[in-house]
Nanobody
Framework: EVHVAESGGGLVQAGESLRLSCAAS????????IGWFRQAPGKEFEGISS????????YYANSVKGRFTISSDGAKNMVYLQMDSLKPEDTAVYFC???????????????????????WGQGTQVTVSS
């Protein structure tokens, strides 16, 4: 069974950093992509970053590009989201998800949308105070 679980959320001040972790199990880690999504109150569900473990390609939404960094540790079946220069508008529940991309998936549109992902974590709250 494909399973992922997030951890690492918390309360920080604007400008500070936080690292989220996504633990994966039950599938061939190197054949999957792991994505990070977030849901803020009153805002649309947003795909913010993803990594394709098949080739190491990474993807970022414009809202986090240059501030967030996604990385993958295949030996531990872990994916991390390093979040720097956090802003109050980053406040949200953050989810990681696992999905198996087709070979022809190269564009961010595939990796930052919910459709590809088959397993979701429960979410972790990130709150950024001003």
């Amino acid at each position: 069974e494909v399973h992922v679980a997030e951890s690492g959320g918390g309360l920080v001040q604007a400008g500070e950093s936080l690292r989220l972790s996504c633990a994966a199990s039950g599938f061939s880690f190197d054949d999957y992509a792991i994505g990070w999504f977030r849901q803020a109150p009153g805002k649309e569900f947003e795909g913010i970053s993803s990594i394709n473990n098949r080739n190491g390609n990474t993807y970022y939404a414009n809202s986090v590009k240059g501030r967030f960094t996604i990385s993958s540790d295949g030996a531990k079946n872990m994916v991390y989201l390093q979040m720097d220069s956090l802003k109050p508008e980053d406040t949200a529940v953050y989810f990681c998800a696992a999905g198996r991309p087709f070979e022809y998936y190269t564009d961010a549109i595939y990796f930052l949308k919910k459709l590809m992902y088959e397993s979701w974590g429960q979410g972790t709250q990130v709150t950024v105070s001003s």
